[in-house]
């Protein structure tokens, strides 16, 4: 694993970084925007093909690791196209008839409308909301959701301390924070075969398919910028949330990290 400590902080004060540049926390804000404005049409396409459809499993472990339950009130920021939302739905309902209980709602917030718009389409699952909202301000009461996931999107958040306190202020005294993520494989071998992949087939891929390899390259960028599993651990715990823990997966080219609002 990389030294925790090799990594600054993810943004400060008013920069951030948008793939290998430092940029204004505005301006990237509005990058990012132009990122998934950009792919979102080919978004699942495109996640399977860099990911040879192992963002599937990933999303299946993080799924399972949540364990949604009938009628909580489950979170899933940055929600993208409702991947996991479709996940937390089924799972509820799955337990429900084993064992009764309330409807849960699953609520798909994610600030790119163009994103929600594809997840729409794709159709939904009865407990699903959608609702376009951003990561760091988030429209909805203290102490009002069960469950927070956010997979895959907070390395793009520009301010991810605000994202946090966030997701700590949304959830219950007991609710369940979890975050999926690229993070540093945790070997050699891993490593010089996923930044060959990533650095030169996924950038091609974009631009065959997306028609877009900057893109492509700002999210291959992004994923080598973003806090590996020990400080990304750490800024979890500084924003108050307990018991934190990390889940390796493939070999750290991602992991989960799960916490209580305790
Ligand atoms: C890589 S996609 C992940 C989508 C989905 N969660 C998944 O796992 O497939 C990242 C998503 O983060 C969203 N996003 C980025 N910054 C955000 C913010 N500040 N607030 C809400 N959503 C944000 C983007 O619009 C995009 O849909």
Redo the contacts with the bound molecule.
Sequence with gaps: MTDASSHGPHSSGDRSSFGFRDVDAREK?KM??G??DSV?SS??VM?DLMSVGV?RLW?DAAAAKLNPRPGETIL?????????ARRYSKMARAAQERRGGEDASVIV????A???LAGVHKGGEPEMSWSV????ALPLPDASVDAYS????IR???HIDK?LAEARRVLKPGGRFLC?EFSRPTTGPIRAAYDAWSFHAIPRIGGWVAKDRDSYQY?VESIRRFPDQAAFKALIEDAGFKRVSVTNLSGGIAAIHHGWAI
């Design positions: 804000v990012v925007r990122v998934f979102a978004y699942d996640n963002h999303k899933d920021v940055a929600g993208g196209t409702g991947d996991m917030l994610d600030y790119n163009e994103m929600i909202g951003d990561a760091m956010i997979s895959f999107g793009n958040v520009a994202a999926l999210l």
